[in-house]
Structures are given as C-alpha cells and as structure tokens.
C-alpha cells in the first residue's frame, strides 16, 4: 500500500501540478509572527497547560464570530470542537459516529487519502456517482435499499477533485434521506471560504439543528498547514460524544498553543485579510490554468473551470489511462494526480486531477506545456 509524504516542495525546476499545498509566498510567516508575538505579550502560564477538551472558550468564541461573518448565519462556540486538522477530524468522526463492520458512503470521485482513514476503521466504502448538482439522489435512494450507513462523508464545497459545488437544492434533499434512514452526514468544507468568483452554497455547518451533520473545517487551506488546526462543526449534543473519546478525555484540548495563535490572527483582522489575498491569488492561478489549458488541451480532454478551492478535473478518452503517464511526467519534470487513485475501486483511469495553488502564473502555464508533451 502506498503512502503519501509531505515534505519539501518538489525539486527546483520540477512543476508537479499533483502538488495540493500552497506555494511558499501565500504562507504567512509574518503573520503568524505578529500573532505569537501579540498572545505572548500578555500570556499566562496556564495558557500553556493540557486546555479544555472541546477547545479553549476564547478561541472558540473568536471561531464562531469569524465564521458567522463568513457564512453569513449564526454560529454558537457550543456547536464548536476544535480538531488537529481536517484528517485528524475525520478519524474522529469515524471512529466517534461509527464501528467497524460499518459501511460509509463516499462520493465518486473522492478525496483520495479519506479512503485510507476510513479502511482504517474498518469501514465498508461504498462509492456514489455524481452528476452536477452533487452526489446523485437516485443513486443515494438506491444504495439505502441495500445497505444502511453509519454516514456519508460529502466535500459540498468546490469538490476535491471536481472542483464543483454541491447545490443548495441537492444538500436539502441528501439532508432529508438522512433524517429519514437515520444516518449522519460528514461535510467535508475546507474549501467553503476559497471561492473566486460566486460564493458556494451555505456550508452544511448552517444545518447543525437537524442533530445529522458533522461540517469539518480547517486551517491550512486558509491559514497554514503547519498549524494542524481545524474544527469541526455539529450539535451541541454530538459534540458532546466527540468530548467523550478517550484520547480527547487524556490529552484535553488537541491543539491548545495553536488555537492561541490562530485565536489572535482573528482578533487582529490578519485571517480575514489573508483570506482575501489568497482568494485574488487563486482567481488569478485559475485562470491562468483555464488559459493553459485551452491553449494545449483543446479537443483532448474536458474540463470545466473551477469557481473555488484547488483543482481542475481533466476527462480524457476513454482509452487514455492517466496512471501510465506518470513515469513520462516525471521525465519531463512535470507532474498530476491520475484520476484512479480518486475512485473508490479504482475506475476513472481517463481522469486526471491539476493543482494551481503551488505554483505562480508562470510557472502553471510552463507546467500544462509540459503535461501536453507528455500525451505524445
């Protein structure tokens, strides 16, 4: 079984349009400086202890006011539990909301390493097609039927790897199955904040009262990955079995320094002006994507141009597999994701799944340049 590693950058003259991380000039050292310097001005030792279990009460408090103003609906810090991202999170949730044995339904395609946690828990995946209004009602209304799922895990918010948004429409209708067959939805939203164009959607984190939804957030897709920072979203009452795990009852709260931090970078207006400057960042990498790509992948493979978060989504023939491409890319010092690895039983071997967040303007159009010599 393979394994993913995170480390440094690709090498230098390498662009791996695979590469789902921010580039180095969009991770703000200065303001995470200014906002370690503003919490340990006036710190308390105690501010360094294990910390509450749900999240620091300030913190929370600071997250609920940002995310009222960003999702533009009311959020209480009682349906807050901070996480230690969003992987962390969504092992909390499988193993918090379901037991092994338990079949999950995912969407197809999917973000690829969920499919790992999940089987980690002993969890049976089973993947959902999408049209383009999200997961597909007629396929949910078939597959409960047949099996009955401890929940579904849905990225509603410009979809890793589609790059679309699941309709308003489509998220009442899945809402509705789930109060009515009894099983819970984790909304997978890291990308709800990075829109470029027209805002998504409400976040399922909006519909915490139906007691059926887990809404996951994090950090790094607005902030820094280093962080390990995120939250979760949900009902005071399934917070509360959240609270009740054992490594959460041990260690307290999961990331206790952290939340001070990112706490202050609310306080101090830094997040939401950081948020904005990657919005106007992306818009300008999309579209620089967008242009690449029709200048060398006209009449070879189809796209739609994202609104929000990280990647384009490339429909090849049918006879193209993507995955033997892969040594040929890296010869050409370029590189993607193949569409395979997004399935949960290994289909969509003519996708191929594009980043334009690691790299500048230049260098994306440089990168689709190559990716086109690779299909010769």
Known sequence: MSVVTFEDAPPPGTINLGVGQPSADLLPVDLLRQASDAFFKDADPFELNYGSTAGDPRFLKTLAGFLSE???????EQELFLSGGNSQALDLAAL??????????????SYFLAFRILRDHGLNVVGLPMDDEGVSIEALGQALQSHT???????????????????????????????????FIVADEV??????????PPAYGTLTASE????????????????RLGWIQTSPALRQRLSANGFVNSGGSINHYGSHLVRKTIELGLLQQHVKRLRQAYRQRVEA????????FDGIAEW???????????????????????????????????????????????????SFAHYDTNDIQEGVARLRRVLD
Do not use: C
Not at 191 to 200: C, G, I, M, T, V
Not at 216 to 224: D, M, N, T, V
């Open 70 to 76: 960003a999702y533009a609906a009311d959020v209480r």
């Open 212 to 227: 059926r939804v887990i809404s996951l957030g994090s950090f790094s897709k607005i902030l820094a990955p280093a962080m």
């Open 96 to 109: 918090t909301f379901a037991k092994p044995g338990d079949t999950v339904f995912v969407e197809e395609p």
């Open 149 to 183: 799922p401890a929940f579904l895990y849905t990225i509603p918010g410009f979809h890793n790897p589609l790059g679309q948004s699941s309709s308003a429409a489509r998220r009442t209708e899945i809402l509705k199955l789930a109060e009515k067959y009894d099983f």
């Open 304 to 354: 739609t141009r994202p609104t929000g978060g990280y990647f384009f989504w490339l429909r090849f023939a049918e006879s193209v597999d993507t995955a033997a491409l892969r040594d040929k890319a890296r010869e050409l010092q370029t590189g993607f994701q193949p569409g395979s690895v997004f399935s949960s039983t290994g289909q969509m071997k003519n996708f191929m799944r594009l």
């Open 191 to 200: 990308y709800q904040l990075l829109h470029y164009y027209d805002a998504p």
């Open 289 to 296: 994507m967008d242009a690449a790509l029709h200048e060398h």
